[in-house]
């Protein structure tokens, strides 16, 4: 198995351009790539954007623009959008190939960055905790797809899936992001994130498909170790669209809140 969802190959006027991995593969499609693997490498660009050691980011939204190809290799770039001492805007751009071959957005980001200040006397968080991770049970699920991004987690479960109410789990990722480096806490904690709309599903997956289009993450701590939690349940409206709202932890407590807007639609027979 691949070590990594990601190699960086070089940097071109595109941006530093990448080679995926079978490993980024989306369980909808092997033709395409699954959303965490993106997201976390849009939030690395962030990160590395005019990097301040005084600030961290507080928010981050990801938008997909479509499919984004598991074939072929992708760019990503990254800029300044609104600079100033206590408050920034970054951006990060993926690029893919398109029909023509020639590379075009494929993901965006945008993330808030706040200057840091020592407010240890005023934690606060008031979501239930998570039932420790002793508590959580493994499933096979590699046995189900060919090769892809759920062969590279390990996925323990505290609820059953299609459960009533939240579905929970206990999520790391078993490779690194890009090959050879250590992942940041964001970046690790992005590589799982994406996952809460499937998590949190209420629909037969062999009648229907339920793809987020987007994720917002706010973190009001930053995660520590390799575990991240997650707790996230869908609605559904009556027109094909659904929201995802959820909980993300590590061992010591909660650390952020989660959303994602559904595309919901039958599954072609």
């Known amino acids: 198995m691949s070590d990594c969802y990601y190699e960086l190959l070089d940097s071109d006027p ?84 398109g029909p023509d071959g020639t590379p075009r957005p494929v993901a965006i980001a945008t993330g808030w960055r706040i200057q840091k200040l020592d407010t240890e006397a005023l934690l606060h968080a008031p979501a239930e905790p998570m039932p420790p991770l002793s508590a959580a049970k493994a499933r096979d699920m590699r046995k189900d797809w060919d090769r892809n991004y759920v062969h590279s987690l390990d996925w323990r479960w505290l609820t059953k899936p299609l459960n009533e109410g939240p579905g929970e789990s206990w999520i790391r990722p078993l490779v690194d992001l890009v090959k050879g480096e250590t992942m940041t806490p964001l970046q690790r904690l992005f590589t799982v994130a994406d996952d809460a709309n499937g998590l949190g599903n209420k629909l037969d997956i062999r009648k229907w498909t339920f793809m987020n289009t987007d994720l917002a993450v706010h973190i009001h701590r930053v995660p520590q170790g390799e575990w991240t939690g997650i707790r996230a349940e869908t609605s559904y409206g009556p027109d094909g669209i659904g929201a995802t709202l959820g909980t993300l932890f590590d061992e010591q407590g909660p650390v952020g809140a989660i959303a994602q807007s559904v595309l919901v639609r039958p599954r072609p027979r």
């Not at 600079?83 to 993926?94: D, P, R, T």
């Open 14 to 97: 595109d941006g530093e351009r990448f080679a995926p991995t079978d490993l980024v593969r989306s369980t909808w499609s092997a033709s395409i790539q699954h959303g965490a693997p993106v997201s976390a490498l849009l939030t690395r660009a962030l990160e590395r954007c005019a990097q301040r050691e005084d600030t961290r980011l507080s928010r981050v939204v990801v938008d997909l623009l479509g499919a984004v190809p598991a074939e072929g290799d992708c760019w990503v770039r990254s800029r300044v959008e609104r600079s100033g001492k206590q408050i920034e805007l970054v951006s990060a751009e993926m690029l893919g190939p």
